[in-house]
Antibody, heavy 126, light 106 residues
Framework: EAKLVQSGAEVKKPGESLKISCKAS????????VGWVRQMPGKGLEYMGI????????RYSPSFQGQVTISVDKSIKTAFLQWSSLKASDTAIYYC???????????????????WGQGTLVTVSS | SYDLIQPPSVSVSPGQTASITCSGD??????VYWYQQKTGQSPVVVIY???ERPSGIPERFSGSSSGNTATLTISGTQAMDEADYYC?????????FGGGTKLAVL
């Protein structure tokens, strides 16, 4: 069964940098997109972007383009999410998740996050 | 961008049927997925491809989708079903989440 294990909680000050990780196991890492999802305190799920570990191709949600960097090191089956200068508004739980293969039935298609990490709480406070 | 609209909250009595809707333009032309998120936990898929139930998800969870609306139905709702529920679709090579619905079992 596929598994994603994320790095531990972080407490940072505004302006600091941060890189959190998501280690995959029990599936072929280079054959599935890995995505990131933000959940601010008491709020809903927000899609941030996905990366294809095979060639590091990335698609960002417009809301997060330029705000974060998604990367991957396929040699250690790990995806990363990083910030160069944190803001208080970055305080949230961040989930990594594996994207399912594309499903096409007739004209209907879809993909979803079929495996989730446990989440990483990032707290940014002065 | 594509939007999915859910009611912020739904209440149901134990043993009764809960219905949570998700609306979007021509949503019936896309597959819809439903996640359950209990407090302090990661989301878990309870319905995929409109109406399919993953192994381990109780039969009381069902889904349907037509036109502009998808519906998650929980029959014989139990206290353990109290959670936030999110619908999700795939549009323009992007994951789109609904705003989430808090299900209260009162």
């Amino acid at each position: 069964e596929a598994k994603l294990v994320q790095s531990g909680a972080e407490v940072k000050k505004p302006g600091e940098s941060l890189k959190i990780s998501c280690k995959a196991s029990e599936y072929t890492f280079t054959s599935s997109y890995v995505g990131w999802v933000r959940q601010m305190p008491g709020k809903g799920l927000e899609y941030m972007g996905i990366i294809w570990p095979g060639d590091s191709g990335i698609r960002y949600s417009p809301s997060f383009q330029g705000q974060v960097t998604i990367s991957v090191d396929k040699s250690i089956k790990t995806a990363f999410l990083q910030w160069s200068s944190l803001k208080a508004s970055d305080t949230a739980i961040y989930y990594c998740a594996r994207l399912s293969p594309d499903t096409l039935v007739g004209t209907k298609r879809g993909r979803y996050f079929d495996t989730w990490g446990q989440g990483t709480l990032v707290t940014v406070s002065s | 961008s594509y939007d999915l609209i859910q009611p912020p909250s739904v209440s149901v009595s134990p043993g009764q049927t809960a219905s949570i809707t998700c609306s979007g333009d021509k949503l019936g032309d896309k597959f819809v997925y439903w996640y359950q998120q209990k407090t302090g936990q990661s989301p878990v898929v309870v319905i995929y491809e409109d109406a399919e139930r993953p192994s381990g998800i109780p039969e009381r969870f069902s889904g349907s989708s037509s036109g502009n609306t998808a519906t998650l139905t929980i029959s014989g709702t139990q206290a353990m079903d109290e959670a936030d529920y999110y619908c999700q679709a795939w549009d323009s090579r992007t994951v789109v989440f609904g705003g989430g619905t808090k299900l209260a079992v009162l």
